[in-house]
């Protein structure tokens, strides 16, 4: 796991440490999928979300594993009593935080799998099915559900502008086309969690999208559903007038801070990329042929002065290049066009 703040990697550890001491060999022994939930205040929600959980995803043993963050209700009895496995965050820190913590507890349970939906209760589990099976079957190293290409139940015409407007700028910015980049129930293989950068506290969905495709996965998208929240309220888009039950008020707080995450992504991982060419392209003038040496020596190192992102991300994984859907020269033109907009952030 990459962390940007120290203080957050103390907060997990620490955090860890107490889940690991409650649950004993269980928390060292999950089965192959792992339900990672981050929950806020879901007293009244949590319980029959995870109860609505299935046992088996795709023929594979499940387990739930809620990130209580900061919550000052009953959300923790709550879950407990459903038979979650809680890790509970004395601190308040956002959603992006707590599911990177749920990353990590189900990376180092040995969960192979790891599936995220919300605590709200506006995702169906039935679904998580078609989600995870195109990476169970080694088609997919992450996949997301999509709402515009299934339903949702949303009347909000703000809302569902936002998903398109952010959807295209995604896509443009990255060379790999999404319709849907904050869809909360997904699925992915566990170790893609690790080796992307997750510092944002909220609004993750477009960090964790854009770093998992900037470093060569393979993402694929499946219609899904996205229904009403009927108990309690949303939390996005939190404000000073938040109070107030402003809507308009909330869209527009949440609208302008993901667009921040978006392209402050977008400009961290073009900057990697482009720290890790040239460290490529340093490589490759060291190991240049010198006379005397054979021309296949000078191939061999051609061949690894070839390797970027794209091509290393796939040898970590152990996915192998034909996994990867965005070869290394489709995502380098799609992390630089024109006009470098993440510029004005």
């Known amino acids: 796991m990459i962390y940007g703040n120290p203080a957050d990697k103390t907060v997990d550890d620490q955090a ?3 889940f690991n001491e ?5 928390a060292g022994a999950l089965p192959p999928v792992a339900i990672v939930i981050a929950a806020y205040n879901e007293e009244g929600a949590i319980g029959p979300v995870i109860e609505a959980l299935p046992a088996e995803v795709c023929g594979l043993a499940t387990t739930a594993i809620v990130v209580a963050d900061g919550c000052a209700d009953g959300t923790v009895k709550e879950a407990l009593a459903a038979d979650a496995m809680v890790c509970d965050v004395p601190v308040n820190r956002g ?9 990590r507890l189900a990376r180092e349970g040995g969960a192979s799998y790891i599936i ?8 169906n589990p039935a679904e998580m099915d078609r989600v995870l099976g195109p990476v169970v079957a080694g088609e997919a190293d992450f996949v997301t559900g999509s709402r515009r290409l299934g339903s949702q139940e949303t009347k909000d015409v703000i809302r569902r502008s936002g998903v398109r407007f952010f959807a295209g700028t995604i896509s443009m910015l990255t060379g790999q086309k999404v ?6 129930l997904r699925a992915m293989r566990a170790e893609v969690t690790g080796a992307v950068r997750l510092e944002q506290p909220q609004y993750q969905a477009s960090e964790l999208l854009i770093g998992v495709i900037t470093h060569g996965y393979k993402v694929g998208e499946v219609p899904a559903t996205i229904h009403r929240r009927r108990v309690g309220e949303s939390k996005k888009g939190q404000n000073p007038l938040y109070g107030l039950h402003l809507p308009g008020v909330n869209n527009l707080f949440y609208g302008v801070r993901f667009a921040r995450v978006v392209y402050g992504t977008w400009w961290r991982e073009r900057q990697r990329a482009g720290h890790t060419g040239a460290s490529a392209g ?7 042929p010198q006379a005397g040496q054979s021309e296949s020596a000078g191939s061999a190192s051609s061949g690894r002065a070839r390797s970027g992102p794209v ?9 192998g290049p034909e996994s990867v859907e965005t070869s290394a020269s489709s995502a380098a033109a799609g992390l ?3 006009g470098d907009p993440a510029k004005r952030t």
């Not at 340093?282 to 240049?288: H, I, K």
């Open 336 to 338: 630089a066009p024109p």
């Open 16 to 18: 860890i440490a107490a």
């Open 22 to 26: 409650a649950y004993g060999e269980r």
């Open 311 to 319: 091509d290393s991300a796939a040898r970590t994984n152990g996915s």
């Open 95 to 103: 959603q992006g935080a707590a599911l990177r913590l749920g990353y």
């Open 282 to 288: 340093v490589s490759a003038r060291n190991e240049a």
């Open 179 to 184: 319709s849907d980049t904050t869809f909360g």
């Open 116 to 123: 995220t939906t919300d605590a709200d209760g506006q995702y």
